[in-house]
Every structure is written in C-alpha cells, then in structure tokens.
T-cell receptor, first 112, second 112 residues
Framework: NAGVTQTPKFQVLKTGQSMTLQCAQD?????MYWYRQDPGMGLRLIYY???????DKGEVPNGYNVSRLNKREFSLRLESAAPSQTSVYFC???????????FGQGTRLTVV | DQQVKQNSPSLSVQEGRISILNCDYT??????FLWYKKYPAEGPTFLIS?????DKNEDGRFTVFLNKSAKHLSLHIVPSQPGDSAVYFC???????????FGTGTRLKVLA
C-alpha cells in the first residue's frame, strides 16, 4: 500500500519554464491537497479538492493551477516558474474533509 | 494573518523529561486539531488529534490538551526520547471547510 505518491522528488527549473507536479493516492480518499513548505513559514495550503470534480484556492494560490484528474490523482501546475516558487511541495489526502491527512514524501523544487 | 501560531521555533529537552509544544489559534470556527511530526526529507506523519468536544486526548506517550476558551492547544510527550527529535506542526480545521491550516512548526531536539 503506497499511500500518497508524488513525482518527481527533485526538480530544477529555469525562470519562466513550466512543469506539473503529480500526486496519486491509493487509499480511495475523497479530498486532496497541495501544500508548500518554506523555512519559517510552515506548511501553507496552495489548492485543495474536496471531492472529485471540485477544486478551491487555499492560502497561497497565485502562480499555480490544479487539476483533479480523477479520484486518485491531483496535479499542480506552474505555468511560468519564478524563484519565489522555490520550495518543498507536499501533496496530501483525506478520506473526508476534517479527517486525518496523509502526506506524500514531497517534491523539492528549485527555480533558478 | 496567521490563524495557527507556534511561537517557539525550537525546543531542547533532556531524554526522559517532558516535552511541551504549544499552539495558539485565532479562528473560533476551528473544531478539529491535529499534530504532525516531520523528519528531514520526509512528509509529515500524523501523530495525534483532538476534537473540540474534548479537552484531552492520549495515545501512549503523547497527550494533546485543548483549551477552547484560550484558543490554545499543547502536545505533551512523556518521557521524551531521542527518536522524538523532529519538527512538530499543529494544524486546525473547521467542519465543512475541508481545509487544514498549519502552524509554522517547532523543532524539538531531545538530548541523550
């Protein structure tokens, strides 16, 4: 049982490049989340999907887009990467909103 | 506006003693609270939670206390072990919102 799987684990982008971070969960969870972790800032919510077919903005959505491809997969896209988006990105899922969230291992993204 | 605050960035405790990690929140709609533990290069892992209908929840060496009137929760670890050295995040959510808001984290170091 893999839980929450994120790909890639590491990525270096040049300013202005685009990329998509992938996340998949095999726990049949309804809700999925994308967070970023920065030093001194904790974990900040970028976007979330309460259920398949819905997405909503979190605390820091600017510069990002998301797609809830199906119940298992929730992707995060950076259309034009900026150095301020250098961070560690975590995907998480919960069975229902308000339950325990399970996290992936993270993607370390550097934008130069 | 930081809705969930962990005012101590770091804490050092001797092995065998009690570790107390604190968390304050401002949103009175929060009714479910969680603590996560994070090791370097790994995703956060769930530790313990508490609903607003309770004021205490225990799980082995870990106890979470909730003081709703003060909008304060704390995590007690007794006895502390070197393997407990990690960053601890508190998180809060409000029913029906599907969002988890995290604090900035406290780095706990348990000294052998």
């Amino acid at each position: 049982n893999a839980g929450v799987t994120q790909t890639p684990k590491f990525q270096v982008l040049k300013t202005g490049q685009s990329m998509t971070l992938q996340c998949a969960q095999d726990m049949n969870h309804n809700s999925m989340y994308w967070y970023r972790q920065d030093p001194g800032m904790g974990l900040r919510l970028i976007y979330y999907s309460a259920s398949e077919g819905t997405t909503d903005k979190g605390e820091v959505p600017n510069g990002y887009n998301v797609s809830r491809l199906n119940k298992r997969e929730f992707s995060l896209r950076l259309e034009s990467a900026a150095p301020s988006q250098t961070s560690v990105y975590f995907c998480a899922s919960t069975e229902v909103g308000g339950g325990t969230a399970f996290f992936g291992q993270g993607t370390r993204l550097t934008v130069v | 506006d930081q809705q969930v605050k962990q005012n101590s960035p770091s804490l050092s405790v001797q092995e065998g003693r009690i570790s107390i990690l604190n968390c304050d929140y401002t949103n009175s709609m929060f009714d479910y609270f969680l603590w996560y533990k994070k090791y370097p290069a790994e995703g956060p892992t769930f530790l313990i939670s508490i609903s607003s209908i309770k004021d205490k929840n225990e799980d082995g060496r870990f106890t979470v206390f909730l003081n709703k009137s003060a909008k304060h929760l704390s995590l007690h670890i007794v006895p502390s072990q070197p393997g407990d050295s990690a960053v601890y995040f508190c998180a809060a959510s409000a029913s029906g919102t599907y969002k988890y808001i995290f604090g900035t984290g406290t780095r706990l170091k348990v000294l052998a």
